[in-house]
């Protein structure tokens, strides 16, 4: 892992339910603010703009970016998580600007730190280190990272948690849901309840760093023997549910691979749809955070570096089973068995031969499109994220059959949009039909 070339903001964290709530509250009377004021600009030049054109200025996409960047915890997390899903939840406008949580946080100040290592490690937490960098060179929104040694010579990165973030879920979930109720980028008649619920859940798991190294370890065995792929160990006496300690892995940013060679690029993404697949109809255990910074690539050694297994989560059979059915029926070109799994699945799918039902067989049509192309489905030049961003907007229009997709596959559809836009990203080509034709084999 390579050192940040430009280092996290410090910002003191608010650790209390009511500092959250204010924070909360400030940025609501914010973005009101701005509402006004942009209304007022633009009524006075003798337009008459929606309310929804107020709220997606850019000052006020900045507004709620920066504050969540602030507040990190699980206000900061559903701000990452709804921005991967632009067509289902948030306009383009203000979801562009929440893609920036995906990479940027502020970290605690020293002070700040050094009381989280104390409540985490005791009084004497010094004595357990060589050596401790209090300059974390990796933050987001449940904990950030610092690099340590350990007596016996080793170099590990410890993960530390911010306080207060576990019993905070709860109520930024809640707050962050009636922000956007009223705000009415969220529509009336959708039913989030489901959705919020799982995503409390799946916070808490996060926000569980005992529950991160189970999953660490589990990848890790998995992987043993495959040489394309190097998972850190755990340092089990350092680690507990609000500290991670693992060996450091070196390696620079996935991203950094733009500039190798053709092969090297196409070689390193066909590795990581692979494991995408495997993860899910082989072991069922995902890693669901797409965030780049989650892969590094190690060139001494030509292994891809995975980090970061809080998002991990296990699913079902029933939804393996019922999206590999949907998988094949797309790719066998048969709509009646792929509306069937889509059904099956949970999705809304309109009336038999209405506009909706088709729009809903187009979108699956084009995010499994590279499922179905025979040969190598070259990612640089497609235009799917285009087509599949205009597609979701037309959903959004029919009120009337419109729903919160349902919370597996949301969580799945991340982590295969994140490894597309990688692929995109490095100019990829891969024989994705091929690996998927292996893995519903196996």
Not at 154 to 170: C, E, F, M, N, T
Not at 281 to 298: G, H, I, K, M, S
Not at 306 to 320: E, I, N, P, Q, S
Request: net charge neutral; glycine share 6%; aromatic share 8%.
């Amino acid at each position: 892992m390579a050192r940040d070339i430009k280092p996290p903001k410090q910002k003191a964290l608010p650790t209390s339910r009511f500092a959250r709530l204010g924070r909360m509250a400030r940025l609501a009377s914010g973005v009101a603010g701005g509402v006004v004021a942009e209304g007022v600009k633009q009524w006075s030049k003798g337009r008459r703009p929606a309310i929804r054109d107020l709220l997606l200025t850019p000052s006020n996409a900045e507004r709620v970016a920066e504050r969540l960047s602030e507040m990190r915890g699980a206000a900061m997390k559903l701000g990452q998580m709804l921005s991967m899903d632009t067509g289902d939840f948030l306009p383009k406008p203000l979801a562009d600007t929440l893609s920036r949580l995906r990479a940027e946080a502020h970290t605690l100040p020293q002070k700040q730190t050094r009381a989280t290592l104390k409540s985490i490690y005791g009084a004497d937490w010094s004595q357990l280190f060589e050596r401790f960098e209090m300059e974390p060179f990796a933050a987001a929104s449940i904990g950030q990272v610092h690099r340590a040694q350990l007596h016996d010579g080793r170099d590990i990165a410890v993960k530390l948690q911010y306080p207060g973030v576990l019993d905070s879920i709860d109520a930024d979930v809640d707050n962050m849901a009636t922000l956007l109720r009223w705000s009415g980028l969220v529509p009336e008649q959708v039913d989030v309840a489901p959705l919020l619920a799982s995503v409390k859940q799946q916070l808490k798991d996060e926000a569980d760093y005992e529950l991160e190294a189970s999953h660490l370890r589990s990848f890790g065995h998995a992987l043993r023997e495959d040489a394309r792929f190097w998972v850190p160990e755990t340092v089990d006496e350092l680690s507990n549910k609000q500290a991670l300690a693992m060996s450091f892995v070196p390696g620079e940013p996935i991203e950094s691979l733009e500039h190798a060679e053709q092969d090297t690029r196409d070689k390193v993404m066909t590795a990581l749809i692979e494991l995408l697949l495997i993860e899910l109809f082989e072991l069922r255990l995902v890693q669901t955070d797409p965030n780049f910074a989650n892969y590094r690539y190690d060139y001494p050694s030509g292994r891809i570096v995975l980090l970061d297994f809080g998002a991990t989560r296990a699913f079902k059979a029933k939804f393996v089973n019922d999206y590999r059915s949907l998988a094949k029926a797309a790719v066998a070109g048969n709509t009646s068995r792929m509306l069937a799994a889509a059904d099956r699945l949970g999705y809304a799918i309109g009336e038999t031969e209405g506009p909706y039902r088709e729009l809903i067989l187009d979108v699956f049509n084009i995010a499994l499109e590279p499922l179905s192309t025979p040969g190598v489905y070259d990612f640089g030049q497609s235009d799917m994220p285009q087509r599949m961003m205009a597609l979701s907007n037309k959903i959004t229009e029919h009120k009337d059959f419109w729903q919160a997709p349902p919370a597996e596959a949301i969580y799945f559809h991340r982590k295969v949009g994140g490894m597309f836009m990688l692929a995109h990203r490095l100019q990829a080509r891969v024989p994705v039909y091929d690996l998927f034709q292996t893995a519903i084999k196996s």
